[in-house]
């Protein structure tokens, strides 16, 4: 089953890859390596998911935010791929940031939204290494804010 088949099966719908908002590229190829930009917390509506986890959003809402992330991360990589997923050798890594209250401890949980994503779309090739890191803010006050590397064939 292609990435493509994978994400219409699963009930998925990729949002529009946005352009950056400053003075940086969203998405770059070096050798077989295609490094994407971090992909802030965007709802399906286009709204920013705003708010400190664990002050003004529980993790389970986190989770959903690092979920729509990673759902911007592929809509960068099919861009970058010139619209064919099945250029994706594999996911690398996903560094996850979260805006967080300072006693939140469940960052992992949180980016498992994107991780969990990433591995039900592509099997296998989308295990990957990753980090989940605390911030007491990020841009435009969005929750989350995930970037990744891909391997390409």
Do not use: W
């Given at each position: 089953?292609?990435?493509?088949?994978?994400?219409?099966?699963?009930?998925?719908?990729?949002?529009?890859?946005?352009?950056?908002?400053?003075?940086?590229?969203?998405?770059?190829?070096?050798?077989?390596?295609?490094?994407?930009?971090?992909?802030?917390?965007?709802?399906?509506?286009?709204?920013?998911?705003?708010?400190?986890?664990?002050?003004?959003?529980?993790?389970?809402?986190?989770?959903?935010?690092?979920k729509?992330?990673?759902?911007?991360?592929?809509?960068?990589?099919?861009?970058?791929?010139?619209?064919?997923?099945?250029?994706?050798?594999?996911?690398?890594?996903?560094?996850?940031?979260?805006?967080?209250?300072e006693?939140?401890?469940?960052?992992?949980?949180?980016?498992n939204?994107?991780?969990?994503?990433?591995?039900?779309?592509?099997?296998?090739?989308?295990?990957?290494?990753?980090?989940?890191v605390?911030?007491?803010?990020?841009?435009?006050?969005?929750?989350?804010?995930?970037?990744?590397?891909?391997?390409?064939?």
């Amino acid at each position: 089953m292609s990435y493509e088949d994978k994400i219409n099966k699963l009930g998925l719908k990729l949002p529009d890859a946005k352009a950056p908002a400053g003075n940086y590229v969203a998405t770059k190829v070096v050798s077989n390596l295609l490094y994407i930009s971090g992909q802030i917390s965007i709802d399906k509506d286009g709204k920013l998911i705003k708010g400190k986890v664990g002050k003004e959003l529980t993790t389970d809402q986190g989770y959903e935010a690092a979920k729509r992330c990673g759902l911007s991360i592929i809509a960068q990589a099919k861009i970058a791929c010139n619209n064919d997923l099945s250029k994706v050798k594999s996911c690398i890594k996903l560094t996850g940031y979260v805006n967080s209250s300072e006693e939140f401890t469940e960052q992992p949980k949180v980016i498992n939204g994107a991780s969990d994503l990433i591995a039900s779309i592509f099997g296998d090739a989308g295990m990957h290494t990753r980090a989940a890191v605390s911030t007491n803010s990020l841009p435009l006050g969005v929750s989350v804010e995930i970037d990744a590397i891909f391997e390409l064939n």
